[in-house]
C-alpha cells in the first residue's frame, strides 16, 4: 500500500470497506508493506495485523523499492 505525499486521508465509508475487506480477507496475505502515510495509520496498521495471519511492514516513501523487494522475498 503506497500512501503517497499527496494522500489526503479516508473517508469513512472507504475506511469502513477498507476494514471489512480486511477482516474478510485475514488469512489471505503473507505479506503487506505500507509505504508512507502519516503516523496513525502506520501506528493502526501495526494494531490491525495483531488480528490477522501474516507480515506487515511499515516503510517511508524514499524506501518504496525496499518494500517492494521485502513482499517479493
Avoid: C
Wanted: aromatic share 16%; hydrophobic share 50%.
Amino acid at each position: 500500500m503506497l500512501l503517497a505525499e499527496n494522500f489526503s486521508g479516508w473517508e469513512i465509508g472507504a475506511a469502513w470497506d477498507d476494514a471489512v475487506f480486511g477482516i474478510q480477507h485475514r488469512n489471505d496475505f503473507e505479506k503487506m508493506a505500507v509505504v508512507g502515510g502519516p503516523k496513525w495509520v502506520q501506528w493502526a496498521t501495526k494494531i490491525s495485523f495483531n488480528f490477522m495471519d501474516g507480515q506487515v511492514a511499515i516503510y517511508d516513501i524514499p524506501d518504496f523499492e525496499s518494500a517492494v523487494a521485502w513482499v517479493k522475498e
